[in-house]
């Protein structure tokens, strides 16, 4: 019986260690008036996947800005906060946004409201959007045919 005891602790050691390394866990920040912006930073062979960006008090929205370092460039407001109030008739629909890398996320304080994310950035391996992999081309293949002869 301890040996078994024994083998049950060590597999749920190795168990535990493994989900420890491959964990990818969520991250959340608080984000108030007086803190400095938030700046994530994706690497070009990652994602970052937003699944809540709410906001409490303030006149003004918060926005994620999404800035693009590659080829394409340019900056854009991809996400606005969702408001959380208890004087609202009908609540607000939360909204997820996934940005596909390289670029730089930057979420800014708004004066007299407290921001909250919750985010993780994950490595691409599906593989399924161009990058380095040559495409496939079409190579034409010669089959003898058979000639009669006299």
Known sequence: MK????????????????????????????????????????????FLKITNFSQEGGTDRGVVAVTFTGEAGGTANVLTATRIANSQNSP???????????????IAPVTGATLFITYRKEPNEGGGGGGSTPAATATPTIFPTPTPTP
Request: glycine share 2%; charged share 10%.
């Open 3 to 46: 040996i078994f005891a024994a083998r049950c602790l060590v597999a749920l050691v190795v168990l535990a260690a493994a989900s420890f390394v491959f964990a990818n866990p969520f991250k959340s920040k608080i984000i108030t008036s007086m803190s400095s912006p938030l700046v994530i930073t994706v690497p070009a062979d990652h």
């Open 92 to 106: 607000e629909i939360s909204n997820r946004v996934i940005i596909a890398g390289p670029a730089e996320v930057t």
